[in-house]
């Protein structure tokens, strides 16, 4: 994983999550936020909360650049350079204006063992 955004679509393309305005009503409202990659480096950590589970926490990103006025009803993990969306999920309904900044704050994504 490479970068993480807000998008329109609850369930957008790769394309959606990367591409400024799509086409008029789906696109990424904050362009593409970096993240360092690796375990850890101030982006997200990695942790073992259960011993059948895996837990990456994503840490708080604040003063996010909004490159798009639209409602922000997801937030995506995305490969650089691929067209990969390697995690989806929704968040609270915010709107968002072009020139402004918006916060995101922590959360997380728990996988329990494969059976």
Request: net charge positive; glycine share 10%; proline share 3%.
């Amino acid at each position: 994983m490479g970068r993480r955004g807000l998008a329109t679509a609850a369930t957008p393309t790769y394309n959606e999550c990367t591409t400024t305005s799509v086409n008029g009503t789906t696109g990424a409202l904050t362009g593409a936020i970096s993240m360092t990659i690796g375990a850890g480096n101030g982006d997200y950590t990695l942790s073992t909360p259960a011993t059948t589970s895996r837990r990456l926490t994503m840490t708080a990103k604040a003063t996010n650049a909004v490159t798009y006025t639209g409602t922000a009803t997801g937030i995506a993990l995305v490969t650089s350079g691929t067209t990969t969306i390697n995690y989806m999920t929704t968040c609270t309904s915010q709107a968002l204006t072009s020139g402004n900044t918006v916060s995101v704050p922590s959360w997380t994504i728990t996988l329990a063992a494969a059976t």
